[in-house]
């Protein structure tokens, strides 16, 4: 694990049952930077970032966050080593109003760390701010969307793990969200985003690793993929 690395996979496999999802996945993400996990529907995204929260544990192999091997923790204790995760059906309180669902997930960070407050989440995200009293079962899924990035912050993580954040919405909403996700990146936020959508990764991403059948095909920078016409259309061409 390099220095400035705050999070490292090394060669996991997962199964779930007797079928294997994961083959030796590997890949890091330095402070400060915005990885995409890019590959089809299917290929393995969801189950790697399962994998490093702890939801699905590696059967072989090792994660760790800023050195530490997490992969036998809980997904609690994953949590407290620094880890977030915005999962793919978002998960939100139906019958709490925003402002409570945002209040439910207030940690501190690794050694007290408070980088994200009401009123700062509030400043990034205006559209929770003016909806702060209505039931998280009364939201647009984009909306939805918004409020499960926005708690995750308030547990004031060192990197943040979003699963499929455009799946499902209007592409007008997709292009909300992408604006969202970039104002996190230029904050300084580490992000791990992954999607079968290359195209909203394109602007958000520093780097990007290409997952196809549970394998790790590809690493590089996204200006490289981009240049890379032979692995875009190999593996992320629908």
């Known amino acids: ?17 007797a079928s294997q999802i994961l083959f030796g996945v590997s ?96 400043d990034v995200f205006p559209i929770l701010a003016s909806m702060r009293g209505r039931m998280g079962g009364r939201l647009s899924g984009g909306e939805q969307q918004m409020l499960t990035i926005a708690r995750t912050l308030m547990g004031n993580p060192d990197v943040v793990l979003l699963d499929e954040p455009s799946e499902g919405l209007a592409p007008i909403i997709v292009e909300k969200i992408g604006e969202l996700i970039q104002r996190l990146r230029d904050m300084g936020t580490t992000l791990i985003v992954a999607e079968q959508n290359m195209h909203f990764c394109l602007d958000i991403a520093s780097h990007v690793a290409v997952i196809d059948k549970g394998h790790i095909v590809y690493r590089g920078s996204i200006d490289e993929l981009r240049a890379n016409d032979d692995v875009k259309k190999r593996y992320l061409a629908v």
């Open 27 to 122: 890949f890091g993400v330095e402070k400060g930077q915005s990885l995409a996990l890019l590959g089809r529907n299917g290929a393995g995204k969801s189950t790697t970032m399962k994998a490093i929260i702890g939801i699905a544990p590696a059967t072989r192999g090792r994660v760790s966050v800023r050195g530490t091997p997490v992969q036998k923790f809980t997904p609690d204790r994953i949590a407290r080593e620094g880890v977030g995760f915005v999962p793919e059906d978002r998960q939100i309180f139906p019958e709490h109003s925003v402002e409570d669902n945002l209040k439910i997930a207030i940690k501190a960070g690794v050694g007290g760390r408070i980088d994200w407050t009401l009123e700062k989440i509030y």
């Open 1 to 17: 694990m390099s220095a400035g690395e705050i999070l490292r996979v090394d060669d996991i496999d997962v199964f779930y049952g």
